[in-house]
């Protein structure tokens, strides 16, 4: 133990700061807590009844956190954390009591710890999570051959299942009733139902878990999409290739040839005399010098983005997500084929033409792929890819030559002199000593 | 470590022998030895260092203050990625452990050094010996638990619970030695099969250790 731990001064203000920051007293700093606080966002108006549990994940079933309040249902933890590029550290305090609040009540105890520096800066909000998606692993067949021939059960049976990989369930569902209704009631909103006596019994209906799931992709999508998720999912998917216009003379001819080969050419007379590309940019024009370079009508009506086709990705995005973040993996593929050729019960979006339009910007892709690939050949000695890899390692090589030769150089007298040293019959330390974890 | 991963080198500066200091997270900074020798080369003996790093910092910065001169050096000394790996020192209970002085040390790897590359340290109820056998002869040197009650620093003490015979390599040891002038006691920490611990103890608790894998098998 360090001396100056015995010896720190009582009055110190920071005497109390168990975390792993101390301010400008020289004296040593208390060691930082196992257990940091974290922060938490949760409803407001929350039942003191309400619980953080443990409930295996819809997904894949691993054990997650969950808030779970009586009255205003589940509520799932979304970590919003700083980026590793910046690093950032959060000042935790408490509220000072308000003066009044001193004057009525007994002296409160004082809170241990008055302030804390948590060195991660991670932030949990409870957002609310539809009991749908909790409901759904038990209501999922466990495989293929059960799913053929499903039987209806009852609400308390599916239950079961659940309190099997949730144990926390339980305990909270059978204290409070309106979490029990919540559940039945979402569990009936996804299933067909017969009615066995005084019992209702249930089974899971693909088509309709279908539809809800497109009513809240459809709702995901009412309100525009934040830019970041546009860049990321959007744009890209929609982007159609741009080829490169400007060439020298030599190679226009091959460009021409290639572009009129893939393209049923059919003069028209406004692209022709046009040097630039059209507003879709994805054919190579150059009637300077030469009129072989025509694109064709249909081509180019393919290659702009129709108005109705962004929602439609949107929307598709959204499906995608709610297919990865919350529903069992073994409903996935059922549900793919429900919804490329969905029964007239559920009325779902139709994705063809999505689909059609992405298949053929995916198709331009790769022309625009072999396409440049070819001039890369010509114009010059190598690959494209090829060239560039090899520059990578080539330059790579280089590198480390370069750094073995600077490290020699500047190798200490010390250095040096070891390396003479006869090692033999001395273990390395490594297989003294273990590799250290990685402190964060 | 050094290159040939048979030593490695551990220094801990506590809190305590900064006045201030602070860390607002964990951060390893990785600096060249030789980068940051030619940098302390500019200070002078007196001065005020201070060692700062930003969050994610590409630099580590030095400011010597002169406390005489009314003078201020600021100098950065480029990061680099250390891809060495870092090996976790578990806290180990050693056979043997033996306190004397620095100098005493020192002198004892110095002549040894001259006639071999090679030292066995055996360490025995009656004191411990420090033997070598080269080319021109051998040579041994015995110390016993001695206590000087005028210059403690002159203590040898040897604390034992089972005899251990190691041996190393001298030219290592040479050059633990150059720490000799961090303090005045030395402790050797040895055990059977595993590294020898050589530890230079400073104020506050911090210390330089430097740790030494055995020769073992084909010795001389």
Redesign the interface.
């Known amino acids: 133990?360090?001396?100056?731990r015995s010896t720190k001064p009582a009055n110190s203000p920071t005497e109390d700061d168990t975390s792993?920051?101390?301010?400008?007293?020289?004296?040593?700093?208390s060691p930082s807590v196992s257990t940091p606080p974290k922060v938490f966002v949760l409803p407001k108006n929350t039942s003191p009844d309400a619980r953080i549990a443990t409930l295996s994940h819809p997904v894949n079933s691993t054990p997650s956190r969950y808030l779970i309040d009586p009255d205003l249902g589940f509520h799932e933890f979304t970590r919003i954390t700083a980026p590793?590029?910046?690093?950032r550290?959060w000042l935790l305090v408490s509220d000072p009591p308000s003066p009044d609040s001193l004057d009525t009540t007994t002296p409160s105890p004082e809170p241990l710890n008055p302030a804390f520096?948590t060195?991660n800066p991670d932030l949990f909000i409870a957002t609310p999570l539809d009991a749908l998606f909790l409901v759904l692993p038990a209501l999922a067949p466990k495989s293929s051959r059960q799913a053929e021939k499903q039987l209806f059960l009852s609400f308390d049976d599916h239950l079961d299942t659940l309190y099997a990989s949730s144990p926390h369930l339980r305990t909270l569902v059978s204290r409070h009733e309106p979490l029990k209704t919540r559940l039945e009631r979402r569990m009936a909103a996804c299933s067909d139902t017969v009615s066995a006596g005084p019992e209702t019994m249930y089974r899971l209906s693909l088509p309709k878990l279908l539809s809800l799931l497109v009513k809240k992709a459809e709702r995901m999508c009412s309100s525009p999409f934040p830019s970041s998720l546009e860049t990321r999912f959007i744009k890209p998917a929609l982007e159609v290739p741009v080829l490169s216009i400007k060439r020298e003379e030599s190679s226009v001819s091959i460009v021409a040839e290639t572009s009129s080969t893939q393209v049923s050419s059919s003069e028209t007379t406004t692209t022709a005399t046009q040097s630039t590309v059209t507003e879709s940019q994805t054919t190579t024009m150059d009637s300077q010098s030469t009129t072989l370079t025509t694109p064709d009508d249909d081509n180019l009506q393919s290659l702009s983005t129709p108005p109705t086709i962004p929602p439609l990705l949107r929307l598709q995005t959204c499906l995608n997500y709610l297919l990865s973040s919350y529903i069992p993996t073994s409903l996935h593929t059922p549900l793919r084929s429900l919804l490329s050729s969905p029964p007239p019960s559920v009325s779902v979006p139709n994705f063809e033409p999505l689909t059609t339009h992405l298949a053929a910007i995916a198709k331009l892709k790769s022309e625009a792929l072999i396409l440049r690939s070819i001039s890369d050949n010509i114009s010059r000695k190598r690959g494209f890819e090829d060239d560039e890899e090899k520059i990578a390692e080539r330059e790579e090589k280089k590198r480390k030559r370069e750094e073995e030769e600077k490290k020699k150089k500047?190798e200490?007298r010390?250095?040096k002199?070891?390396?003479k040293?006869?090692?033999?019959?001395?273990?390395?330390?490594?297989s003294?000593?273990?590799?250290?974890?990685?402190?964060? | 470590m050094d290159n040939s991963h048979v030593a490695l080198v551990s220094m801990l500066i506590r809190s305590g022998s900064f006045s201030p200091y602070r860390c607002d997270r964990n951060i390893a900074l990785g600096i060249n030895l030789s980068s940051l020798t030619k940098v302390l080369r500019a200070c002078q003996p007196d001065d005020v260092l201070t060692l700062k790093a930003e969050d994610a910092p590409d630099v580590v910065n030095l400011v010597f203050e002169s406390k005489t001169m009314d003078r201020i050096s600021e100098y950065d000394i480029k990061l680099m990625d250390i891809d060495q790996e870092h090996l976790g020192i578990p806290e180990t209970e050693y056979a043997a452990t033996i306190t004397m002085p620095t100098t005493e040390f020192q002198r004892i790897c110095r002549d040894l050094s001259a006639l071999s590359e090679s030292v066995s340290i055996e360490c025995a109820k009656d004191g411990v010996s420090f033997k070598c056998n080269g080319d021109i002869g051998s040579g041994s040197i015995q110390l016993r638990s001695h206590t000087d009650i005028d210059k403690p620093q002159n203590n040898v003490e040897i604390d034992l619970s089972e005899p251990v015979s190691l041996t190393f390599s001298l030219k290592y040891l040479v050059n633990f030695c150059k720490a000799s002038g961090l303090s005045e006691q030395v402790k050797l920490c040895l055990s059977n099969e595993v590294p020898l611990l050589v530890e230079y103890g400073m104020p506050e608790n911090s210390y330089l250790r430097f740790y030494l894998a055995p020769k073992i098998g084909d010795e001389e």
Request: charged share 25%.
């Open positions: 133990m360090p001396r100056t792993n920051i101390d301010t400008s007293t020289p004296k040593a700093l590793k590029s910046t690093p550290s520096i060195q500047t200490t010390g250095v002199q070891l390396r040293v006869d090692t033999s019959g001395m273990k390395k330390l490594s003294f000593f273990t590799r250290a974890a990685k402190k964060a």
